[in-house]
Nanobody
Framework: QVQLVESGGGLVQPGGSLRLSCAASGSVFSFGWYRQAPGEERELVASISISDATNYADSVKGRFTISRDNAKNTVYLQMNLLKPDDTAVYYC???????????????WGQGTQVTVSS
């Protein structure tokens, strides 16, 4: 019932910047960005709660910033000082609160490719 549309991926040189966007079709409780490099498992990059509390993977701390615009139901990932190791498919996720048991249901975007290369 929640659709996520991602945009902003592309090719960037090492040290460059890129901003990813993910628009949800409705209000959500939290957003997260995950990434998956070839041959590796999907990992959490950053997340942000409804109260704007954030957390980051150690590998991106100080370089990436996650933010959200609740009026637009959109989450952003500003990526600076990009490294070749940041190359991956980046996936947007969102959670909603379930009225039945107060749990959470998670939704996923389709992913956007980020390639950091000279």
């Amino acid at each position: 019932q929640v659709q996520l549309v991602e945009s902003g991926g592309g090719l960037v040189q090492p040290g460059g910047s890129l901003r990813l966007s993910c628009a949800a079709s409705g209000s959500v409780f939290s957003f997260g960005w995950y990434r998956q490099a070839p041959g590796e498992e999907r990992e959490l990059v950053a997340s942000i709660s409804i109260s704007d509390a954030t957390n980051y993977a150690d590998s991106v701390k100080g370089r990436f910033t996650i933010s959200r615009d609740n009026a637009k139901n959109t989450v952003y990932l500003q990526m600076n000082l990009l490294k070749p190791d940041d190359t991956a498919v980046y996936y947007c996720s969102a959670s909603v609160i379930l009225s039945s048991n107060n749990g959470r249901r998670y939704y996923w975007g389709q992913g956007t490719q980020v390639t950091v290369s000279s």
